[in-house]
């Protein structure tokens, strides 16, 4: 981040005081710091505290000019390299979308051509109004990017999604954007599946699997901080969605299926990772299934077989898939490589408890077409996420599989 340009535009919420520590973090990169505060924002946090951070002056008032022959708002947007806005309120969000122009901040995001970086923070029933989710469709359409919230208690007293990104996560997302230039991945698109799915019985009863998501979204981490635009379709799993990454959250194997075939033309590489369910009940019950003497007994039928149907309609992706196994793992690897039309498949023995699902750590198998198979000892998932992704940047340097002959 030395010598890059920044603009921290502070809005008018009770997360405006992240925005300091966001400030200080930046600063310590090396960039170059200027901020414009709402007059709401002041009301959290005061300009002195951000002049004191920056070493720089602070941008209140439009009609404010320093120096008479400079117009401070074009002068600011001419001069970043990045705008970012923390946080982002509804009010402030619903004006840009809107192309209102009535304040210093407005103003000079609409004249700027420098990117322009949002992180939402608000109550969890503001932030899924759908006013506010046009708006942030609005602007998106128009390259805004956004920093997507947590989820979790609000200062509001509600628990849901609409807390502000922390400063660290933030300063990694900003840094990862405006050091993409250099990224081997930036331009490529990455479709990783992460974590269970869930089959319902009754209202209160499901069928899933031991899977924590760990593996997908460390995956999901790893592209995108080489600069990979990453879609994440996840089951219900409790972990934050990595910086950078776009999250669409799925709950059975039906809605795994639709998601990831609505985003498979569009991807240069398809990862998949999820536990998906092979069987769900035929039969649904409306009301819960109440206890009685005997067997109680439940017909399955199987579910779509995800990976299968994205190896038949593989045209020009890099398409790898994950082997959960408990006995003869490279084996059975290797025949769901060939069967699948995969490019490369990550083997894993899930008969040790210490590692695999829940775990922190791993012990795979790489196995790629050409049965060069490389074995990895225990290690973190992050680090063996990091090896996946390279090996999906050699296969797409290199053209893969993509097509076997005969299925064209």
Known sequence: ??????????????????????????????????????????????????????????????????????????????????????????????????????????????????????????????????????????????????????????????????????????????????????????????????????????????????SSGKMGYSIARA???????VILISGPVTLDVPVGVTRVSVTSAEEMYEQTLAYYDEADVVIKTAAVSDYRPVIRDEHKVKKQDGVLTLEFERTKDILEELGRKKTNQVLIGFAAETQDVIRYAEDKLERKNLDLIVANNVNDDTIGFESDENEITIIRRDRSNEPFARSEKTALAKKIVEEARLLLEGAGNRVREGDR
């Not at 022959?69 to 001419?78: G, K, Q, S």
């Not at 592209?223 to 635009?229: H, L, P, W, Y």
């Open 1 to 210: 981040m030395k010598n890059k340009k920044v603009v921290l535009c502070v809005t008018g919420g009770v997360a405006a005081f992240k925005a300091a520590a966001f400030a200080s973090k930046l600063k310590q990169t090396g960039a170059s710091v200027k901020v414009i505060m709402t007059e709401s924002a002041k009301q959290f946090v005061t300009p002195l505290t951000f002049q004191s951070l920056t070493r720089d002056h602070v941008y209140e008032n439009t009609f404010i000019e320093e120096d008479v022959e400079v117009i401070a708002h074009i002068d600011v947007a001419d001069w970043a390299d990045a705008f970012i806005v923390v946080p982002a309120t509804a009010n402030f969000i619903g004006k840009y979308a809107n192309g209102i122009a009535d304040d210093m901040l407005t103003s000079t995001l609409l004249a700027t051509q420098a990117p322009v970086y949002l992180a939402p923070a608000m109550n969890v029933n503001m932030y899924e109004h759908p006013a506010v989710v046009e708006n942030m469709d609005r602007l998106r359409s128009r390259g805004v990017k956004f920093v997507e919230p947590g989820a979790g208690y609000l200062a509001c007293g509600w628990i849901g999604k609409g807390r502000l990104a922390e400063p660290e996560d933030l300063l990694a997302y900003l840094q990862q954007e405006l050091e993409a230039e250099t990224s081997d991945l930036k331009g490529k698109t990455f479709v990783v599946t992460a974590g269970p799915t869930r089959e319902v019985i009754d209202p209160v009863r499901f069928i899933s699997n031991r």
């Open 223 to 229: 592209a995108a901080e080489r600069g990979a635009e």
